[in-house]
């Protein structure tokens, strides 16, 4: 549980960092290459 946090955690911090770096980037599409991200993982 503790590594999925710190997992976590460091996700939200590279989502941040693109956010700052991509700002043009159009939520939908880091919305959908998250969810394919959070896909990858879960299997």
Known sequence: MA???KFSLKKLKFN???FKFY???PLAL???T???F??????
């Open 3 to 5: 590594d999925f946090l």
């Open 16 to 18: 941040l960092k693109i």
């Open 23 to 25: 700002p043009k980037i």
């Open 30 to 32: 880091r919305m959908r």
């Open 34 to 36: 998250q969810m394919k």
């Open 38 to 43: 959070q896909a990858k993982f879960r299997v």
